[in-house]
């Protein structure tokens, strides 16, 4: 069976070339690799094998199959295989089994995989940033684009997604934010009670509510919602290469799909803030009057003479922060997503995860700012 199939060739110097022939296919019998081995082993001289199948009459998996086992025992003797000479669509499924058994990782020793890991971390930070730059000055030059109005925009998109950030988010908004008045209520009764001092609970609400909270819970939200759908769907469209057929149109991808979402959820974050506020002081307001007892009137009054307009504008400060840092950080995950099902699944995870993360970040940073101006 192997000399129906297989011959042998030795007119180029230190080069063996394999002549192919008749159907390879795995419903047949076909040769392994032994008797190729055996004539290496007998010519020592030879540094490389080449392929012949110009006799070759059909072929399929069992054949790459064959290839990917003769190609594993020759690196494992020194031989080179070039895949020249071996039909077109065979020679693209070989490099694709062979670049994913590549990837599998080698032993190594404690310290070696221990600074191989760090090193590779520190360059996947340094890409990670390099990229976001990137990215970042693509946003800044579309949005100067928008201005000069030479920003190839869908505007039937920005008003869908503003749909999708505010209004489809009001019922959710509405709820988190009256528990989480309710939360702060509750606790601030707590220590409160023991001092007499129940009624300054509308301080505590109404301060922490629209000064921080409410932008932070909102962003935390828009985050899982629609930060995570941005990535998916701008994901998706990386994978099925639409984005690369807008740049081949000639249409920034950047200016037709970023900015409508960017733009949306900027305008939307603080709208939806000052919704959070209200009810958010409207939770408070129902655990204090109807469990607590206190005087309707009287938490009105003292949340207006604790909520001053500098903290207004503070947690609008942070809404419009945190507007950006969730839509950037989407529609960036989406865009440098790899072209595969898993690749749009990791996106959308690192979306919410760098959203979030940013969140945090900058409402320590707006915090200590505050803190240095005395707001």
Known sequence: MLTEKINFDYSTPKTLTIKLSGEWIISAVLPGTGGILSELAAHKDIAQIIFDSSEMSNWDSGFISFLFQLTKECKRINVRVLH???????????????????????????????????????????????????????VTLSFLHLITGRAYVRWDDFFFTVQRCGVDAFFLVSLLSVLLGMILAFVGAIQLRMLGAQIYIADIVGIAMVRVLAAVMTGIFMSGRIGASFAAELGIMQANEEIDALKTLGVSPVEFLVMPRVLALFIMMPLLTLYADLMGILGGFIISVSMLHLNPIEYWNHTQNAVRIKYLWVGLIHSLVFGLIIAISGCIRGMKCERSSAGVGEATTSAVVTSITGIVIATAIITFICQILGV
């Open 84 to 138: 020249h000479g071996l039909p077109q669509g065979a020679e693209k499924l070989l490099a694709l089994a062979l670049l994913s058994n590549d990837k599998k990782i080698a032993p190594q020793n404690d310290h070696e995989f221990f600074f191989g890991w760090i090193g590779e971390k520190v360059l996947n930070l340094l890409k990670s940033i390099h990229s976001f730059l990137n990215f970042l000055g693509e």
